[in-house]
C-alpha cells in the first residue's frame, strides 16, 4: 500500500462533500479550526480551496473578498480540473487542498500545477489521510471499500514532504489530526480511539501540512575576458618589468 506509485491506471472517483464521508462533519470541523490556528502563516492576498470540498471551509474566510473555490463538482464558484487550473500563472497567493492526493490520478501533476498557479513565497496548506492510522487500515474490510475515505489510495506524510521539496516547497508545519478511528459514520463524542489517538499522534486519521513555495534565484558570475585596449587604433602599452626597461635602454 505504501509503495505503489502515484499515478493511478484509473481514474478515481472524489468525494462531492464531507458528508459523503465517514464522520465528515467532524473532519471538515477539525480542519477548519487547525487552518484557523495557522493562519497567521497565510500570505495576504487571493486565497483558493481546490476540490468539492473546497466550499466546506467558507467559515474560514468569511468576509474575504480576495476567497475563491475551485474544484471539477460540488458547489464550487469556479469549475476547473484540477491538474489544468482555470488559474494564471503566480496568481495565487494561498491554496489550500483538503484531501485531494488520494483521489487523484496524477499527484504529481497535480501537485506540479499547485507550483504553477502560486506565486512566489505563497503558501500551500495540503491534508491528507494517514496510511499508518487504524482509520485508514479499516479500508481492507469489506464493508469499506467502496466509501469514502476508504476508497482512495494514501500516501504517507513523509512522502508528500519529499514531493513537495523536490518542487521547492518548504515545509514549515507538519502534524497528525482527526483523533478518531472512523469506525462510525458519524462522531460520536470522545471513545476509545479517540483517547487512544491522543496517547500516540502518529495514530491520527490525518495529516496536515503548511508549505511555502520558495523561488531561487541563481547568481550568475560571467567570466570577465581581459582585453587591451586600443587607443586611436593601436594598442596601449604594456607594463614592462624592470629587466625589459634595462634591455630597451641598452639598446
Avoid at 13 to 40: F, K, N
Wanted: one cysteine or more.
Amino acid at each position: 500500500m505504501l509503495i505503489k506509485p502515484a499515478y493511478s491506471k484509473i481514474d478515481l472517483a472524489a468525494p462531492e462533500d464531507w458528508q459523503q464521508m465517514a464522520c465528515g462533519q467532524y473532519m471538515v470541523e477539525q480542519t477548519a479550526e487547525l487552518i484557523r490556528s495557522h493562519q497567521r502563516r497565510l500570505k495576504p492576498g487571493k486565497t483558493v480551496a481546490i476540490s468539492s470540498l473546497g466550499p466546506g471551509l467558507n467559515e474560514c474566510f468569511r468576509g474575504n473578498a480576495d476567497w475563491l473555490t475551485l474544484g471539477a463538482a460540488g458547489k464550487v464558484a469556479v469549475r476547473s480540473e484540477l491538474t489544468d487550473m482555470a488559474l494564471k500563472e503566480d496568481s495565487v497567493d494561498n491554496l489550500i487542498a483538503p484531501f485531494v492526493l488520494e483521489f487523484c490520478q496524477n499527484p504529481h501533476k497535480l501537485l506540479r500545477e499547485v507550483t504553477r498557479v502560486l506565486d512566489d513565497d505563497g503558501v500551500l496548506v495540503l491534508t491528507g489521510f494517514n496510511p499508518y492510522s487504524p482509520a485508514v487500515a479499516s479500508g481492507f474490510f469489506v464493508r469499506h471499500k467502496k466509501s469514502f475515505p476508504w476508497c482512495g489510495r494514501y500516501f504517507t506524510l513523509i512522502r508528500v514532504k519529499d514531493w513537495l521539496e523536490v518542487l521547492g516547497f518548504e515545509v514549515l508545519e507538519s502534524e497528525f489530526y482527526v483523533s478518531h478511528f472512523l469506525h462510525h459514520s458519524e462522531h460520536r463524542g470522545s471513545d476509545w480511539s479517540t483517547k487512544l489517538s491522543e496517547v500516540i499522534p502518529g495514530m491520527r486519521a490525518a495529516y496536515f501540512i503548511v508549505a511555502r513555495k520558495q523561488t531561487l534565484i541563481t547568481l550568475l558570475k560571467p567570466s570577465v575576458q581581459r582585453k587591451q585596449l586600443a587607443v586611436n587604433g593601436r594598442q596601449t602599452a604594456a607594463a614592462m618589468t624592470t629587466k625589459q626597461f634595462s634591455k630597451s635602454k641598452r639598446n
